[in-house]
């Protein structure tokens, strides 16, 4: 079993939609969560970070992490279609570990 | 908004070849890390630091070395460049859990 595990996608919403994106992961004692978001052929931005359980919101974005069932989500209200990209949910523990990414496309 | 470089962008070498491909950070970051990631595929962590003499290896480190002599400089050398290192590659810095990425080497070694 992967360390961290997301749906490989692609991922089609329509414009002005919810993305949900969604990863697992397998070591009960991570601590820190964030997600990245890296367009074709640039290096990974982060975009959220989240520590605690529950939910947190920064603008369009939302972070829901929930430690008992080891899930950690992304949702992204009003989609656009420059929010097209791979996001990779990231996890820590000491050491960084990356999921493969969701390949997400938001057509017009 | 992290400044974290590297140089060169583009690199295209001859097998064989000793290469170096520099990081730098001017956070004052004490974790920095090397990935490699070929086009549309996962994260490798290649090598960590966290902190100066301070160097570890991750998952793909083998055929690679990298120093910490300073805290803003990360260098990655390829001992003896090969076409499997054909790849993009990417370093990282931060200060807790998250890290902020630099644009990356492409390296071609043909």
């Known amino acids: 079993q992967k360390e961290v595990e997301q749906n490989s996608g692609p991922l089609s919403v329509p414009e002005g939609a919810i993305a949900s994106l969604n990863c697992t992961y397998s070591d009960r004692g991570s601590q820190s969560f964030f997600w990245y978001r890296q367009y074709s052929g640039k290096s990974p931005e982060l975009i959220m970070f989240i520590y605690s359980n529950g939910d947190k919101e920064d603008g369009r974005f939302t972070a829901q992490l929930n430690k008992a069932s080891q899930y950690v989500s992304l949702l992204i209200r009003d989609s656009q279609p420059s929010d097209s990209a791979t996001y990779l949910c990231a996890v820590s523990l000491g050491d960084m570990r990356f999921g493969a990414g969701t390949r997400l496309t938001v057509k017009p | 908004e992290a400044d974290i470089y590297q140089t060169p962008r583009y690199l295209v070498i001859g097998t064989g070849k000793k290469i170096t491909l520099e990081c730098s950070q001017t956070m004052g970051h004490d974790k920095m890390y090397w990935y490699q990631q070929d086009p549309g595929m996962e994260l490798h962590l290649i090598h960590y630091s966290y902190g100066v003499n301070s160097t570890e290896k991750g998952d793909l480190s083998s055929e690679s070395t990298v120093s910490r002599i300073r805290t803003e400089h990360f260098p990655l050398t390829l001992e003896s460049a090969r076409p499997s290192h054909t790849s993009q590659y990417l370093c990282?810095?931060?200060?807790?859990?998250?890290?902020?990425f630099g644009p990356g080497t492409r390296l071609t070694v043909t």
């Open positions: 990282a810095s931060g200060i807790h859990g998250e890290q902020y």
